[in-house]
Antibody
Framework: EVQLVESGGGLVQPGGSLRLSCAAS????????MHWVRQGPGKGLVWVSR????????TYADSVKGRFTISRDNAKNTLYLQMNSLRAEDTAVYYC??????????????WGEGTMVTVSS | DIQMTQSPPSLSASVGDRVNITCRAS??????LNWYQQKSGEAPKLLIY???SLQSGVPSRFSGSGSGTDFTLTISSLQPEDFAAFYC?????????FGGGTKVEIK
């Protein structure tokens, strides 16, 4: 079964750090670009970051640029999101998602179940 | 960034109703427009990609249309399991942006 499973969320103080992981199974992670998307409490979906297949290229939303770092370990079939200098407004469920490639108009065809990050003192 | 505007933000409908949700882009996204369904407490699920292509396993009562800046998601006959939030997304340019969502509730 094709699956993404996030972990690493939790409660962190403002200014703190957290690293999220996304374990992929049922497909070859190295063949796909990957994304992180977040959803604040009661809010809509917001794209956070993406990374290409070999990890050599990444892009970020302006709101997280310079604070978050996306990376991947294809040998471990795992995607990461290192989050530093966290703010209250970063509080959200964080989803990892697979880019379906041009075959699917780059739509996000597989999503993890999400991991909650709460930034609060 | 391309802004995506969905309407209505919410709607109430009955089982069997035909439902239309619209999505407007601030500039042309050609056909790089996708739709997702999100049930309460769950992850989003891809319904339609490239404006009108149905993702595998999605019921045929869902359909999509449009091009350029104006798009529509249609549910031909609403079923009990369809009550959820729906989001459009453009993947024409980076950053990929989502609409604000439309919550479909039971009347």
């Amino acid at each position: 079964e094709v699956q993404l499973v996030e972990s690493g969320g939790g409660l962190v103080q403002p200014g703190g750090s957290l690293r999220l992981s996304c374990a992929a199974s049922g497909f070859t992670l190295s063949s796909y670009w990957m994304h992180w998307v977040r959803q604040g409490p009661g809010k809509g979906l917001v794209w956070v970051s993406r990374i290409n297949t070999d990890g050599g290229s990444s892009t970020y939303a302006d709101s997280v640029k310079g604070r978050f770092t996306i990376s991947r370990d294809n040998a471990k079939n795992t995607l990461y999101l290192q989050m530093n200098s966290l703010r209250a407004e970063d509080t959200a469920v964080y989803y990892c998602a697979r880019d379906g490639t041009v075959r699917y108009s780059d739509a996000f065809d597989i999503w993890g179940e999400g991991t909650m990050v709460t930034v609060s003192s | 960034d391309i802004q995506m505007t969905q309407s209505p933000p919410s709607l109430s409908a009955s089982v069997g109703d035909r439902v239309n949700i619209t999505c407007r882009a601030s500039q042309s996204v050609t056909t790089y427009l996708n739709w997702y369904q999100q049930k309460s407490g769950e992850a989003p699920k891809l319904l339609i990609y490239a404006t009108s292509s149905l993702q595998s396993g999605v019921p045929s009562r869902f359909s999509g249309s449009g091009s350029g800046t104006d798009f529509t998601l249609t549910i031909s006959s609403l079923q009990p399991e369809d009550f959820a939030a729906f989001y459009c997304q453009q993947t024409y340019s980076i950053p990929p942006t989502f609409g604000g969502g439309t919550k479909v509730e039971i009347k």
